[in-house]
Each structure stands twice: as structure tokens, then as C-alpha cells.
């Protein structure tokens, strides 16, 4: 995953910041070289209709949801020449959340935070991040509102993997395209076994459905139909 998209991440004070405004990016440098992105269940429906979403194991031998943004190269197929998102496809919340993220403190609690060398930042221009009082503004606590959803989304997110690991539905798989041989595209990636999950007892089938989750991996599964677009 791309998470060196932060350059130099600064937890946001109302003693430091309180002139810090913020205007909209008018490019995605930022997002050009970002070819695969953290996914939550959240948007499992909208992504499955702009790219491929699978699976890959952490660190922390958890598994986790991505989105496939690039296939064979290292840019982003949605950003176009001009550095915007192309239009009619979706965007991960992931990306969408910068230049603001949570960092946690040492008692695991979230704190807002910003990418200090985005450009989106100034004090003449921009939406208000403090009032006159060093209260958040209302856009500050609209991005905490975000990020917090994000966070919760997360978990879910975590739920839904547990589940597909426990009942051994994920399978490796690598992507490979023709060029007179055979070359990877994408490695260390994983899609759910539609064999193993037909196989499933009733009673697992039913607590996916009861649960949500059979409906996400049929999203998953028909997504991967964009393999061969975003190949291009």
C-alpha cells in the first residue's frame, strides 16, 4: 500500500495553526504514483464499478481490502494528463481524506492531523481550520466527521476480512499479461475462491448473508472484471 503520500504529517493545534487555511488541490500530484489503495466495505459497491478490488495479508498476518489503481506501470490510471481524477470513476476514501489523517497518541486516542507540504495549506486563501476563539470551524469538524467514519469503516472492514480468512476463502493470485512471455503485473494479491464459497455449508452461506457479506464478495468478485482495463 502507498502511505508515503504524507511528506511531513503535523498534528493540527489551535495554538499553532489558528490562522491555517485550507483551499481545494487543484492537482493529484500527490495521487499519480499511488497504484493501490486501502478499500473499506463501505465502498465496496461504488469501486466494483471503476476497478478491481482484492486482498493481501499485513504484516500483521491480518488481511486487509485494496483497491487496484494501476497494472504494469507505477501511475495511477485514474489521474489523467491534466493530474485530475478522471471523470465517472471512483475515487477511494483513502485518497479523498488528504492532506488531513488521524495519528494516534500514546493511549491510542486519534488526533487531526495534515500534511504540513501540501500546497493546499496557506494563510490568505481557503477555508478556516480555527475560529477567531481557536475553536475548530465548521469545515474542521466536518473532516473529523470523515476521517472518524473512515476509522469505523476500517473496522468493519476488519470484520469482513477475519471472516473470509477463517472460512479459507482467499486464494493467491497473480496477474499476468502477454508480451511474448509471460510478465506479473500484480503480485502478493488475493481473490476469493468462488469454488470454495459454493462448497460452503448452508449455514455458513447464511450467516454471510445475514451479516452483509455475501453481497460484498459478489462486489469483489465482479469487480475484477477491470483487471484488463486498467491493464491498458
Given at each position: 500500500?502507498?502511505?508515503?503520500?504524507?511528506?511531513?504529517?503535523q498534528v493540527?493545534?489551535?495554538?499553532?495553526?489558528?490562522?491555517?487555511?485550507?483551499?481545494?488541490?487543484?492537482?493529484?500530484?500527490?495521487?499519480?504514483?499511488?497504484?493501490?489503495?486501502?478499500?473499506?466495505?463501505?465502498?465496496?459497491?461504488?469501486?466494483?464499478?471503476?476497478?478491481?478490488?482484492?486482498?493481501?495479508?499485513?504484516?500483521?498476518?491480518?488481511?486487509?481490502?485494496?483497491?487496484?489503481?494501476?497494472?504494469?506501470?507505477?501511475?495511477?490510471?485514474?489521474?489523467?494528463?491534466?493530474?485530475?481524477?478522471?471523470?465517472?470513476?471512483?475515487?477511494?476514501?483513502?485518497?479523498?481524506?488528504?492532506?488531513?489523517?488521524f495519528v494516534?497518541?500514546?493511549?491510542?486516542?486519534?488526533?487531526?492531523?495534515?500534511?504540513?507540504?501540501?500546497?493546499?495549506?496557506?494563510?490568505?486563501?481557503?477555508?478556516?481550520?480555527?475560529?477567531?476563539?481557536?475553536?475548530?470551524?465548521?469545515?474542521?469538524?466536518?473532516?473529523?466527521?470523515?476521517?472518524?467514519?473512515?476509522?469505523?469503516?476500517?473496522?468493519?472492514?476488519?470484520?469482513?476480512?477475519?471472516?473470509?480468512?477463517?472460512?479459507?476463502?482467499?486464494?493467491?493470485?497473480?496477474?499476468?499479461?502477454?508480451?511474448?512471455?509471460?510478465?506479473?503485473?500484480?503480485?502478493?494479491?488475493?481473490?476469493?475462491?468462488?469454488?470454495?464459497?459454493?462448497?460452503?455449508?448452508?449455514?455458513?452461506?447464511?450467516a454471510l448473508?445475514?451479516?452483509?457479506?455475501?453481497?460484498?464478495?459478489?462486489?469483489?468478485?465482479?469487480?475484477?472484471?477491470?483487471?484488463?482495463?486498467?491493464?491498458?
Amino acid at each position: 500500500m502507498e502511505l508515503g503520500i504524507y511528506e511531513n504529517v503535523q498534528v493540527l493545534s489551535s495554538d499553532l495553526h489558528r490562522n491555517l487555511r485550507v483551499r481545494p488541490l487543484d492537482k493529484l500530484d500527490y495521487a499519480a504514483p499511488v497504484t493501490d489503495t486501502l478499500l473499506t466495505v463501505d465502498e465496496f459497491f461504488q469501486a466494483a464499478r471503476s476497478q478491481p478490488i482484492v486482498f493481501a495479508r499485513g504484516e500483521n498476518k491480518k488481511h486487509f481490502a485494496a483497491a487496484v489503481l494501476a497494472l504494469g506501470k507505477r501511475r495511477n490510471w485514474f489521474v489523467d494528463a491534466s493530474m485530475k481524477w478522471k471523470k465517472g470513476e471512483y475515487m477511494p476514501a483513502f485518497l479523498r481524506r488528504y492532506p488531513f489523517v488521524f495519528v494516534k497518541g500514546d493511549d491510542d486516542t486519534n488526533f487531526l492531523a495534515f500534511d504540513e507540504r501540501c500546497p493546499a495549506f496557506n494563510q490568505e486563501q481557503g477555508e478556516r481550520l480555527f475560529d477567531d476563539q481557536g475553536s475548530p470551524t465548521a469545515y474542521t469538524k466536518t473532516v473529523l466527521g470523515f476521517l472518524q467514519e473512515f476509522e469505523a469503516a476500517s473496522a468493519r472492514t476488519a470484520l469482513f476480512c477475519d471472516e473470509l480468512q477463517r472460512l479459507n476463502l482467499l486464494e493467491p493470485i497473480t496477474v499476468q499479461q502477454w508480451m511474448g512471455y509471460q510478465v506479473p503485473l500484480l503480485k502478493g494479491i488475493k481473490r476469493v475462491n468462488e469454488r470454495r464459497l459454493e462448497q460452503l455449508p448452508e449455514d455458513e452461506v447464511l450467516a454471510l448473508v445475514n451479516k452483509g457479506f455475501y453481497k460484498l464478495i459478489i462486489a469483489h468478485l465482479l469487480s475484477l472484471g477491470h483487471i484488463e482495463r486498467i491493464s491498458k
